[in-house]
């Protein structure tokens, strides 16, 4: 069977269906490329990398340039249905994924950017690490009924996304692609130029695309910046300039430190 791959666009936290999913097309045709990623994970900076793998022209504009055998849905839950659908079409899909405090920041961020919020990011993120405020999830797509969203806060959100990487349908399986932000972003972003080649390389190879050295370079030059979250927080390990004290044992009480662990990077440094 012919292998699809489905690009989720981290624009909001819908719950999308299966139905949905089968609907996702360009011209008639299925796409072909995807990624799954929680909202403030960086998600705009691999949707550039492919972009600039994608494209033929030296351009850096995903809105206006983005490819069309490249779907456009949202983020994408795990759910039974949703995997199914997946695993039914071999799709082949990028799970990127981003340290969980810096995942924080950035959230407080977007949170004191749209509701104009005076406070400072350290005291908004404090808050939100167990607390919905108003942030609702819809259970089903479009619901006008109020009985069909749930409110959750930051540490909920890990629930319906982590299986993606838990599950033993996906754990092991070849069609799933794990990629950091923090090796993505370069020294521009605050990471190193070795790591982010290596990422880029793997990223290429996974999706099957010729790599050359010019492209490559041209990519290592654009790729990093122009994202709403990040228009302040320019750097990885921003939590270490708002982290209190009391941040590392609210995250530690409501379990997030096990996730911390479990997606490979230290505790509390």
């Known amino acids: ?84 659908f997946l695993l039914k079409n071999q799709t082949k899909i990028i799970v990127n994924i981003r340290h969980p405090y810096d995942r924080l920041i950035s959230y407080a961020k977007v949170w004191k950017d749209r509701k104009k919020d005076p406070r400072s990011l350290s005291k908004i993120a404090y808050q939100l690490i167990d607390k919905s405020y108003g942030y609702y999830f819809p259970l089903e797509k479009n619901s006008k009924d109020l009985d069909n969203y749930k409110a959750i806060n930051f540490c909920e959100q890990y629930d319906y996304y982590m299986p993606w990487i838990r599950d033993p349908q996906w754990l092991h399986n070849t069609n799933l692609l794990i990629i950091r932000f923090e090796n993505l972003v370069g020294p521009k972003g605050g990471g190193n130029l070795e790591t982010q080649v290596a990422e880029i390389k793997k990223i290429a190879r996974f999706l099957e695309i010729p790599l050359s050295e010019k492209r490559l370079a041209f990519i290592i030059e654009n790729l990093w910046g122009n994202t709403f979250s990040f228009k302040k927080n320019k750097k990885v390990k921003q939590w270490k300039n708002y982290f209190t004290q009391e941040h590392y044992l609210k995250l530690k009480e409501t379990g997030v430190d096990l996730i911390v662990s479990e997606l490979g990077y230290p505790i509390n440094i």
């Open 1 to 84: 069977m012919q292998k699809h791959l489905y690009v989720l666009l981290s624009i909001a936290m819908l719950s999308l269906t299966a139905t949905d999913l089968n609907k996702c097309s360009v011209n008639n045709k299925r796409p072909q490329y995807s990624f799954i990623s929680m909202p403030c994970s960086g998600s705009y900076q691999l949707m550039r990398c492919i972009l600039l793998l994608e494209s033929s022209k030296e351009t850096t504009n995903v809105q206006e340039n983005w490819p069309n055998r490249v779907g456009n849905t949202q983020h994408l839950i795990f759910n039974k249905k949703n995997s199914d």
